[in-house]
């Protein structure tokens, strides 16, 4: 079965930090691009970064550029999304994906 499942979301204060993870399976995960998308409540579908498959080549939108970095271990099937400086703006629901695949997503809260 393919699937993806993200852990690590969580509540946190402004300028926090939290980590998400994005265990893989079912598919080659080394060959294929994965990125981040999120979707804050009442708005729609923002994508966060990717990291392509063949030289792990990072891209970050504006929003989180400096902030958040993207990473993956291909001998784990995992991804990974360290989230520092974090904003009240980044609260949000966080997706890994695939083209073919999401998962279920983790809840990040960031408030005092």
């Known amino acids: 079965e393919v699937q993806l499942v993200e852990s690590g979301g969580g509540k946190v204060q402004p300028g926090g930090s939290l980590r998400l993870s994005c265990a893989a399976s079912?598919?080659?995960?080394?060959?294929?691009?994965m990125s981040w998308v999120r979707q804050a409540p009442g708005k729609g579908l923002e994508w966060v970064s990717t990291i392509k498959s063949a030289d792990s080549t990072t891209s970050y939108a504006d929003s989180v550029k400096g902030r958040f970095t993207i990473s993956r271990d291909n001998a784990k099937n995992t991804l990974y999304l360290q989230m520092n400086s974090l904003k009240p703006e980044d609260t949000a629901l966080y997706y890994c994906?695939?083209?073919?695949?999401w998962g279920q997503g983790t809840q990040v809260t960031v408030s005092s």
């Open positions: 079912g598919f080659t995960f080394s060959n294929l691009d």
């Open positions: 994906a695939t083209w073919h695949t």
